[in-house]
C-alpha cells in the first residue's frame, strides 16, 4: 500500500476515533437521563413541586440547582410532606442528606402509619440515618406487626448494629 493511502486510512481512522470519543452521553441508550440527573424537565418538575409546597423561590432555586436527581428530591419532599405531618422544609433538609431521597420517603411515610403521627421527628431521623432505609422500614414495619413491640423500640432495635454474632466461621486452628 503506498503512503498516501496509508496515511489516508489512518486519518479516517482517527477521525472516526475520536468522533466515538466526543458522542454526548445524551445520545448513549445505555446512559440514560434518569441516571445523569438534571434534564430540563426534571428541574422544572423540580421547581414547581417545591413551590407549590410553599417553600420559596430561592430556597427551591438552591435545592432544585444543588440536586444531583432533581425529581427524586422533589418527589420525596412531596411525599413527606403531603402524606405525613412534617413539614416541606424539614422532609427538605433531610432529603437533601441521603443518596436515596425516593427510600427515605418510603421509609418515614411507612413507619409514620404505625406511629399514628407520634415521635415523626425520630422516625424521619431513623430512616436518614440508615443506609438502607426500604430495608429499615421493612424491617420495623414487620417487627411491630407481628408483635406488640412499639414502633419506637422496633427503629432501635433495627438501626442498632451492636448486637451482632460475631465470629461465626471456624478458625481450623488445632488446639492442643
Known sequence: MNPIAK?????????????AIALPVAASPFYPSRY????????????????????????TALACGTAYR????????????????????TAL???RQ???PLDLATCTVGIAG????AN??????????????????NCVLGITNSSNVTPT??????????????DTYPTFIRSR
Open 7 to 19: 496515511g489516508l486510512l489512518a486519518s479516517i481512522g482517527l477521525t472516526s476515533l475520536l468522533g
Open 120 to 137: 415523626l421527628p425520630n422516625v424521619l431521623d431513623s430512616c436518614r440515618r440508615s443506609l438502607l432505609p426500604e430495608r429499615y422500614a
Open 93 to 95: 433538609e433531610s432529603c
Open 36 to 59: 445523569r440527573g438534571g434534564t430540563l424537565r426534571d428541574y422544572e418538575t423540580c421547581t414547581s413541586q417545591l413551590l407549590d409546597l410553599e417553600l420559596g423561590e430561592s430556597l
Open 70 to 89: 432533581p425529581l427524586d428530591l422533589s418527589d420525596c419532599v412531596s411525599d413527606i410532606a403531603t402524606e405525613t405531618d412534617i413539614t416541606a422544609t
Open 153 to 166: 423500640a422496633a427503629m432501635s432495635d433495627c438501626l442498632d448494629a451492636t448486637d451482632r454474632i460475631r
Open 114 to 117: 404505625t406511629t399514628n403521627g
Open 98 to 100: 441521603v443518596r436515596r
